[in-house]
C-alpha cells in the first residue's frame, strides 16, 4: 500500500505566503505525476498544479504566476509554493501521486487526506 500524507495547511492573511507538502510513503517502486487538487466547499475538486518526473510542470489558470509545485525525489515529496494567497484559494488542498509499487505493476493513482487552506484576514 501507499499512503500519501499532507502537511502545512492553515489559516494565512490574503497576500500572504504559504508552503504545502506532501510525503509518499509505503510500497514504492516509482512515482510518476504528483500534483494538488483542492476542494472548496459545495464544488467538485480542481487541479492545481502538476509536476511530472521529468519536472515538467501544469498550473490552472488561476494560480500561475502565484503558486510554484516541486518534488524532492529522494524523499518521494511534493511541495506547493502559495504567494500571494487571495481568499478564492480557500479549499482543502489533496496531494496526488501516480505509484507503480513494483516493476511490473500498472501505475495507480492514489490520494492524500487533505489539508485545510483558509485565506482570511
Known amino acids: 500500500q501507499v499512503q500519501l500524507v499532507e502537511s502545512g495547511g492553515g489559516l494565512v492573511q490574503p497576500g500572504g505566503s504559504l508552503r504545502l507538502s506532501c510525503a509518499a510513503s509505503g510500497s514504492i517502486f516509482s512515482i510518476a505525476d504528483m500534483g494538488w487538487y483542492r476542494q472548496a466547499p459545495g464544488k467538485q475538486p480542481d487541479m492545481v498544479a502538476v509536476i511530472t518526473s521529468l519536472d515538467s510542470t501544469t498550473y490552472a489558470n488561476s494560480v500561475k504566476g502565484r503558486f510554484t509545485v516541486s518534488r524532492d525525489n529522494a524523499k518521494n515529496t511534493v511541495y506547493l509554493q502559495m504567494n500571494s494567497v487571495e481568499p478564492e484559494d480557500t479549499a482543502v488542498y489533496i496531494c496526488?501521486?501516480?505509484?507503480?509499487?513494483?516493476?511490473?505493476?500498472?501505475?495507480?493513482?492514489?490520494w492524500g487526506q487533505g489539508t485545510q487552506v483558509t485565506v482570511s484576514s
Open positions: 496526488n501521486a501516480v505509484v507503480a509499487t513494483k516493476s511490473t505493476s500498472p501505475w495507480y493513482s492514489y
